[in-house]
């Protein structure tokens, strides 16, 4: 039976590559570290394409493949690792490049790698589960891997998917820009999973029946977590009130969950499972962090537009999720290097960006038109956060308006959206 998936994987292998493929951003990063001595590990959440790119990655190459997310697996009742790589072997030849898809779900994995890094073997791994697996790489493979983060298409990989691009000597014509605004709306709305910008499928039946299933096998099963309602209520909870202040009390009141420790718990699951992310406030003390509330962003804004409830898109919010995904998307690892603030005068500042010990960044995001009272509003918490922080990068993230604010020796920078999106950036890996 192993023969035959193994066959029947290797079948698919095929079938992907000869597909068309949205080029990554993250290509240039992971291709440098391919010769490398160090497993590399692609972590996201499942169907934002880490399966094809790490094919794509390694479609120069002979290697080895298999999939530990085949339910044809899970009725087998588990998988003999010896058993595996003589069928592999015996299918592939003598290989020593593998790349092993959805690694989390074979047990006793780390343990497996690491003999087969031993052994000489070029591996490439990927998985849904980032604490999980950041936890055991840093146990079992200390110093010796490399994770590369994937996660739902950033704007110009899902510009690529539309076959739109900018020309900078037209795109101050209404016709185009017009075009390109109508394209970030779409994509502020329905998100970046490949599947609904590539194949156009309908976002909310397509991203709301992944959410459940993300919710179940990645949260409820993997966990057994025995109350499963719960931790569903939570997650519809969150969802409705991304890119807002949470405390863990309030949750308690709210959805009547058994205790603190059992709401942190669960708030860590959907975490680990990229569905959310929690994004505490900045301060150089500590206790200040841990106890202010804390906000919540959601992977993806399609899973906003599926699951919320919502009368109309609350664009606004909308908005300042992308930002913070694309600063995840970045490389800028939230509560090490991107908070948000609260100034002395509790006025709040969306992002905060660290560099070291450093404050190099502050961005806040307006949805709205620009208008006197916006901009003094807007202006004013930035201005207070600056003094406070002594940052020297101040943006106001905006629609489409461009603009300069000069106060004393401080320039706040009022840059559209789609600019800021299109900027070319250096994309980090993130830290295991």
């Known amino acids: ?22 080029e990554r951003t993250k290509e240039p990063l992971a291709k440098k570290w391919l010769d490398s001595n160090l497993i590399k590990v692609i972590l996201g959440p499942r169907r934002a394409g880490k399966s094809v790119f790490s094919l794509v990655l390694l479609m120069d190459r002979p290697f080895m493949y298999f999939n530990f997310d085949d339910e044809v697996l899970s009725s087998a009742g588990g998988i003999e690792t010896h058993e595996l790589m003589k069928e592999l072997h015996a299918v592939y030849g003598q290989i020593k490049t593998v790349l092993f898809d959805e690694i989390q779900n074979l047990s006793g994995w780390e343990l497996f790698v690491n003999r ?24 079992h493979l200390t110093g010796r ?11 110009k990989e899902f510009l690529k998917s539309k076959k739109f691009e900018i ?5 101050s014509l209404p016709q185009q820009k017009g075009h390109l605004l109508n394209l970030m709306e779409n994509y502020m709305i329905n998100g970046g999973f490949p599947e609904v910008s590539v194949n156009n499928v309908d976002p909310r039946d397509y991203l709301g029946v992944l959410f459940d299933s993300l919710l179940f096998k990645d949260v409820v099963k993997r966990h057994k977590v025995k109350f499963s309602t719960q931790i569903g209520n ?23 969950l058994k205790s603190a420790s059992t709401t942190e718990k669960y708030i860590k699951y959907l975490e680990e499972a990229y569905l959310v992310f929690s994004l505490l406030r900045y301060s150089p003390k500590s206790i200040q962090r841990i106890k202010s509330p804390r906000k919540i962003y959601v992977v993806d804004n399609g899973f906003v537009s599926a699951k919320a409830v919502q009368h109309s898109p609350d664009k606004g919010k909308l908005m300042e999720n ?25 006025r709040e500042v969306d ?72 900027t070319d950036i250096n994309v980090n890996v993130i830290n295991a």
């Open 1 to 22: 039976m192993l023969k035959d998936i193994v066959l029947n994987q290797k079948l698919q292998k095929e079938q992907l590559l000869a597909f068309a493929y949205i």
């Open 116 to 139: 087969l890094h031993r052994e000489g073997y070029n591996i490439v791994l990927t998985g849904s589960n980032a604490h999980l697996l950041s936890r055991e790489l840093a146990t």
């Open 145 to 155: 891997h490399m994770p590369i983060e994937i996660l739902p298409f950033d704007f």
């Open 167 to 171: 020309n900078s000597e037209y795109i």
């Open 234 to 256: 939570l997650g519809s909870h969150l969802i409705n009130n991304f890119a807002s202040l949470y405390t863990i009390r309030k949750l308690l009141e709210i959805l009547n």
């Open 322 to 346: 992308l930002v913070f995904t694309e600063l995840v998307k970045r490389g800028i690892k939230p509560n090490r290097d991107l908070f948000y603030y609260k100034t002395r005068n509790d």
């Open 351 to 422: 992002f905060v960006i660290k560099n070291g010990a450093e404050v190099t960044e502050l961005i806040q995001v307006c949805y709205e038109s620009i208008s006197v009272d916006v901009e003094q509003r807007e202006t004013k918490a930035l201005l207070e956060a600056c003094g406070e922080l002594k940052a020297k990068k101040l943006i106001v993230l905006t629609w489409d308006e461009k603009r300069e604010f000069k106060k004393d020796d401080v320039v706040i920078n009022f840059v559209p959206l789609w600019e800021w999106l299109m």
